[in-house]
């Protein structure tokens, strides 16, 4: 499986932003369906948003729809998660991984990258 390296995470306080980005060295990240996923402690992975290789159509969980926002750089061969309006609830370690809609393509993780929400 092709190895996902994420980053961005980081402390923010509720209402904050933060930007993710997940990049691929050995695949051509346009080619494939990417999607950002997101475990908290104590709960099952869970599926945040997936964006497709052809038409750039995106998918959101409804606990973040209007508030993060998928997107590709081709150039830069990474896909990025804008994170707006944070609530203390989207504390997790968050993945980027192929996607089916919300779902992963493969049980296949990287090392993550944890953002915390917190005052």
């Known amino acids: 499986q092709a190895q996902f390296v994420e980053s961005g995470g980081g402390l923010v306080q509720p209402g904050g932003s933060l930007t993710l980005s997940c990049a691929a060295p050995?695949?051509?990240?346009?080619?494939?369906?990417i999607g950002w996923f997101r475990q908290a402690p104590g709960k099952e992975r869970e599926g945040v948003s997936c964006?497709?290789?052809?038409?750039?159509?995106?998918y959101y969980a409804d606990s973040v729809k209007d508030r993060f926002t998928i997107s590709r750089d081709k150039g830069k061969n990474t896909v990025y998660l804008q994170m707006n309006s944070l609530k203390f609830e989207d504390t997790a370690v968050y993945y980027c991984?192929?996607?089916?809609?919300?779902?992963?393509?493969?049980?296949?993780w990287g090392q993550g990258t944890q953002v915390t929400v917190s005052s």
């Open positions: 991984a192929t996607c089916f809609g919300l779902e992963p393509m493969y049980d296949d």
């Open positions: 050995e695949i051509a990240l346009d080619f494939y369906a």
């Open positions: 964006i497709s290789p052809t038409d750039g159509s995106t």
